[in-house]
């Protein structure tokens, strides 16, 4: 199979199969309606800063796709909605294309659309210094995502299965990369375990992209026909409860990206309530791209005035209030919270 064929199936799958959004959680999270709100809407503030990066919107695009010039036209059409609506984009991996020195047109093309956008760089974790510095000069990305996709190469025939080597090269990588890096999962989740791992080699930033959006298990099982395979396409930790966890870290300092099936104003709120300085989405942008750019760049408006509406019926000025606003659990987020050892009135209450 070849690198290029893999990429147009995974837009060809991720297009096709729908969101698994029954598993997100964000249902489980009720926010208590404040009817003494001080903040009038003009005042509110979406202002936000992630890796150190200052973001005007706590939204933005994540990596999908480049690698083939056959998906420059869909590089094209996300660069525009970010270009439109100001929000900061992620390209898809660069990793074959700079480790093959591949045409980089696909890539390109998003800052030729965006010049002044905000870009961040991707490749896996067993990139090299050079290929991750490459492929931030590509496009010169204000950062680098490293992706985590355990699932998805052990699920890929062709898939790279070296996960041994993955902390190891993580390291080389911290060492090496001057631009803010972030950690990202692909739609599987983080669990605290993990992040505190990360923290401790010295990463501070970290998308959870947990389950409940696009899931690469199902792309693969989809692609390799693979009946096995697709049992695996709820596999994860819902991205609510990746950031319950990650409130629990032992060291303070992380910061947070929330993702993985986040499709509305109020799934975003809740995520920056739980702690996240901003999130990103990636299946529903392509999906809505492919279909009418201009109905992307509405939906995406939409979703803007919605968190900014919720912001004020909760009495929230700027982004970080909302961590301060009281949240109701239910369902199974409650039994997650318990049998994680927490407390649900503290998490309540105050969170990270
Ligand atoms: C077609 C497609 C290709 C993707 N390719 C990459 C990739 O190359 N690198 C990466 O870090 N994430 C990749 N992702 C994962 C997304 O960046 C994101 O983490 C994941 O889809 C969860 O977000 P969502 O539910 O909003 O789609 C891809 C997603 C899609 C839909």
């Avoid at 809407?41 to 990596?63: C, H, M, Q, R």
């Avoid at 998805?152 to 062709?158: G, H, T």
């Avoid at 996960?163 to 605290?192: H, S, W, Y």
Wanted: charge should be neutral; aromatic fraction near 6%; include cysteine.
């Amino acid at each position: 199979m070849s690198r290029e064929k893999r990429k147009l199936d995974h837009i060809k799958y991720a297009l096709e199969i729908s969101d698994r959004n029954t598993e997100l959680g964000f249902e489980d999270v009720k926010f208590l309606h404040n009817c003494l709100s001080p903040v009038n809407p003009e005042t509110v503030s979406i202002y936000t800063e992630v890796a150190g990066i200052k973001l005007a919107t706590p939204i933005f695009i994540d990596a999908i796709t480049g690698g083939t010039d056959n998906v420059t036209t869909v590089n094209r059409k996300l660069a525009k909605v970010a270009a439109a609506t100001g929000l900061a984009m992620a390209v898809g991996s660069q990793y074959g294309t700079v480790k093959n020195k591949l045409s980089t047109k696909s890539y390109t093309v998003v800052r030729d659309v965006n010049p002044d956008g905000i870009l961040f760089a991707n490749v896996n974790a067993l990139a090299t210094p050079q290929h991750a510095n490459e492929a931030v000069e590509m496009i010169n990305a204000a950062a680098l995502e490293i992706h985590l996709n355990v699932a998805q190469e052990l699920l890929m025939n062709e898939g790279d299965k070296d996960f041994k080597a993955i902390v190891k090269n993580l390291k080389v990588l911290q060492d090496a990369i001057t631009v803010p890096i972030i950690i990202k999962e692909t739609g599987c989740g983080m669990a605290r375990e993990q992040v505190e791992e990360l923290m401790s080699l010295g990463f501070n930033c970290f998308n959870v992209a947990g389950v409940g959006g696009t899931s690469f298990p199902a792309i693969e099982g989809k692609r390799s026909k693979c009946k096995r395979h697709e049992k695996f396409a709820d596999w994860g930790i819902p991205t609510e409860w990746s950031l319950i966890d990650i409130n629990h870290l032992k060291k303070d300092g992380a910061n947070i990206i929330a993702s993985g099936g986040i499709r509305d104003g109020m799934q975003t709120a809740k995520a920056l309530a739980l702690g996240a300085n901003a999130i990103s989405m990636a299946g529903n942008v392509l999906k809505d791209v492919q279909k009418d750019v201009n109905k992307a760049i509405a939906n995406i408006n939409d979703q803007i005035d919605d968190l900014k509406d919720i912001m004020v019926l909760t009495g929230c000025k700027k982004v970080s209030d909302l961590k301060k606003v009281p949240l109701v659990f239910t369902g199974d987020t409650v039994n997650f919270i318990m049998s994680r050892g927490y407390d649900v009135a503290k998490i309540s209450n105050k969170r990270k």
